[in-house]
């Protein structure tokens, strides 16, 4: 809308805008009056004052019509002209509405507004005298700085408004990347949660049934099984708070004790103990020498791992065994993550849904491919290809 009206449009009037038109207004008249004495070779008559006025009275409403302001004074001029009176429509004020014009409407307008004052200033010298030359260069002179002037008004106002418009649009987009940094941020804390509570309950929950199963004939095993209970209760502990303490503290008050560092590949072994502790036989294999991998990468594939063995245990059944191959490709690297359990024979929950979403995101958010089903004869398969510089550390 600013750009809008700096191109022709007047912003809407204000108190102060009318105050200094009426002015104006006055001044135009009062400069008047010496034209007038010179025309008369005397003092004007109170009809001629007054006529002076009414004359110069467009020029209050001059930001709000501007071009027709312009034609009343302009026709008064010829009118007055043509009856032989004494010319009530003085140069500060044509020159003033031309001023308007170019300033406030499109330049074509100002441009047809200069033409016309410019043929109604060389006809009036053509009959001055002598020195109609001369006349005609300094009225021709008036004109085109009362052109220039009201031009180079609309083009300021143009660039500043342009310059307005261009500070809202960058504030938008500002607010715009802050909501998406927000729900992207939203996103990889509900995923880390759903990693970390699913994992570790999971884990806790097999645990509690072999303790459970083992109480009445192998007292020691069970105790050795609640151990690894409540061992996993504090390490899914200890990363709530980790994860939960990343929000709440301020910059340069984290605390190295309480924000230890996010899972990478090095855990990969203790995540595969884990996981074996609760009754799951797991092997790992690795393949290919380990690049530089970044640390992002890292974490998506250990929480790949995680979500992967988490069901297994969850729907994997009895006697189940999972094996994990972690292999390092030029570029790449691909990890898959099958088991030999129930498998396409179990139901599917919701809850392992919402889990291979979460692995999706988190795949493709570094440019990979993940794909996740059944195998024959029985079992579950899921495999995934991440580029090593496809995606950010942070």
Known sequence: MSTVRAIGYPAPRTVGSWV??????????CAAIP??????????????LVLLALATAPLVARRTWPVPVFGVLLALKFGVQLWGHVDPVN????????????????????????????????TGTLFSGT?????ATFVSGLVAAALW???????????????????????RERDQQGALAAAAERARIAREMHDIVAHNLTVM????????????SSPERANEAMRSVSATGRRALADTRRLLGVLRQRPGQDSPADLQPVPDLSQLDQLID???????????????????????????????????????????????HATVRLEYRPGEVRVDIDDDGAGVTAPVPASVGGGLVGMQERVHAYGGEVQAGPRPPGGWKVSARLGLDGGDDG
């Open 274 to 320: 884990q996981v074996r502790a609760a009754g799951l036989d797991t092997t790992l294999e690795i393949q290919g020498a380990a690049p530089d991998v970044p640390a992002g990468v890292q974490l998506t594939v250990y929480r790949l791992v995680q979500e992967a063995l988490t069901n297994t245990l969850k729907h994997g059944g009895a006697g189940a």
């Open 149 to 171: 002037l009201g031009l180079y008004r609309a083009t300021r106002r143009a660039y500043l408004a342009e310059l307005h418009d261009r500070a809202e649009r960058l504030e």
């Open 205 to 216: 929950v097999t645990l509690s049934e072999a303790a459970v199963a083992a109480s009445a």
């Open 35 to 48: 034209f007038a004495i010179h025309q008369d070779h005397h003092h004007p008559s109170a009809g001629t």
């Open 20 to 29: 200094f038109d009426v002015l104006l207004t006055l001044a135009a008249a």
């Open 91 to 122: 140069a500060p004020a044509l020159l003033i509405a031309l001023y308007t014009v170019a300033a406030y409407r499109p330049r074509r307008d100002g441009l047809i507004c200069a033409g016309l004052l410019e043929v109604a200033a060389l």
């Open 131 to 135: 020195s109609w030359w001369f006349d």
